[in-house]
């Protein structure tokens, strides 16, 4: 009983901004590393940025120095925050949790996905 539920997404012009927020809730006892995904038509799933329950982050290397991963533990969210922001950006974004319930049992979890498109 864990939900990710992502919100944030939108449309924006390119050099533009968007701050996508990923809160989960339910059957959580320890999250570890929490990350943001994106997927366009025709393309495969890649990985945007990650940060651990430590707060070491990894990003891609299409978005470093424009994007920002951040989490706020006593919320359980997980924030990305994209600047300069290019039309190849479009993508629907998917939220990512690997959580620990109270017997100690790891799951990755999904959300539901949020659109962000960047075009003029």
């Known amino acids: 009983q864990v939900q990710l539920v992502e919100s944030g997404g939108g449309l924006v012009q390119p050099g533009g901004s968007l701050r996508l927020s990923c809160a989960a809730s339910?059957?959580?006892?320890?999250?570890?590393?929490m990350g943001w995904y994106r997927q366009a038509p025709g393309k495969q799933r890649e990985m945007v940025a990650q940060?651990?329950?430590?707060?070491?982050?990894d990003y891609a290397d299409s978005v470093k120095g424009r994007f920002t991963i951040s989490r706020d533990n006593a919320k359980n969210t997980v924030y990305l925050q994209m600047n300069s922001l290019k039309p190849e950006d479009t993508a629907v974004y998917y939220c990512?949790?690997?959580?620990?319930?109270?017997?100690?049992?790891?799951?990755?979890?999904w959300g539901q996905g949020t659109q962000a498109t960047v075009s003029s």
């Open positions: 940060i651990t329950s430590g707060g070491t982050t």
């Open positions: 339910g059957s959580v006892f320890v999250i570890y590393t």
């Open positions: 990512n949790a690997l959580i620990a319930n109270s017997y100690s049992t790891r799951m990755n979890y």
